[in-house]
């Protein structure tokens, strides 16, 4: 099972489950944790290869990965603890883990927010991708994590999101890079579905205003899928919203939380 950690609530009955992103931990909710568990039911994950989910499980997952597969270890730890149904909260990748899970299992998902959402690959994204897949096996994973690092989040403001993922990426192996290298290269048929089929979930998404790679296409997804889903633009604002302006992404995020 990958690791977890709770943080109960006596008060509420609601859960709130933290899905972090590729090369990310549990810790990068730092600035969540405090407020959200005033009013929900807290837990973090750390995903296989990640965070404390790196030493136990590096030599259990030698098949490749999928997201199907990787968000099946999500439910692990909600049937684990008897959790039936929780609000998720995803960034960057994490948003695609959670889509994912309510793609097969939308009993448990109450509502999904997603930050820094990751819905279509544009053209320069899918230029790292393939230099990515070209020199995977050449160079270090810190060197190309790095420069993928400047690329999506390049601003003077997001420094300290930019430095927060890349000591994160450290803890990773170069096989489990490699492994979720692999997943992203194959990313365009998922993002394709996810798209064009709206669930019957409330869907929140939680944008930079200068998440230049990702933003254009959430804002198309939000135009169509009008039933269920939300679009807020942080100002001043990368791709972490929730490390750069962490004030404003837990007040949202809470208020859409408890109105669903």
């Not at 604002?237 to 992404?249: A, D, K, M, S």
Request: hydrophobic share 45%; net charge positive.
């Amino acid at each position: 099972m990958i690791a977890f950690t709770q943080y109960k609530n006596e008060h509420s009955q609601e859960w709130v489950t933290f899905v972090h992103g590729a090369g990310g931990s549990s810790s990068i909710w730092f600035k969540q944790i405090r407020e959200f568990q005033k009013h929900f039911n807290v837990l973090l994950l750390d995903l296989r290869g990640h965070g404390d989910s790196n030493q136990q499980l590096k030599k259990t997952f030698d098949k490749k990965y999928t997201f199907q597969s990787i968000a099946e270890d999500v439910l692990e730890v909600l049937d684990h603890l008897k959790i039936q149904s929780s609000h998720f909260i995803g960034i960057s990748l994490g948003t695609i883990v959670i889509r994912q899970l309510a793609e097969t299992h939308p009993n448990r998902v109450k509502s999904m927010v997603m930050g820094g959402a990751i819905l279509k690959m544009n053209f320069r994204s899918q230029i790292l991708m393939r230099l990515g897949n070209t020199f995977k096996y050449i160079l270090p994973y810190l060197v190309l994590y790095r420069f993928f690092a400047f690329v999506i989040m390049p601003n003077k403001n997001h420094k300290q999101s930019r430095l927060l993922f890349i000591n994160e990426a450290k803890k990773l192996y170069q096989k489990e890079f490699i492994r979720w290298f692999k997943l992203t290269a194959e990313i365009n048929p998922v993002l394709k579905w996810f798209r064009q089929q709206e669930l019957n979930i409330p869907t929140f998404y939680v944008m930079g205003e200068e998440d230049y790679m990702f933003l254009p296409s959430v804002r198309k997804v939000v135009a169509s899928h009008i039933k269920t889903a939300e679009l807020f633009v942080v100002k001043n604002c990368g791709h972490v919203v929730n490390v750069e302006q962490p004030i404003v992404f837990n007040e949202t995020v809470i208020a859409f939380i408890q109105k669903n």
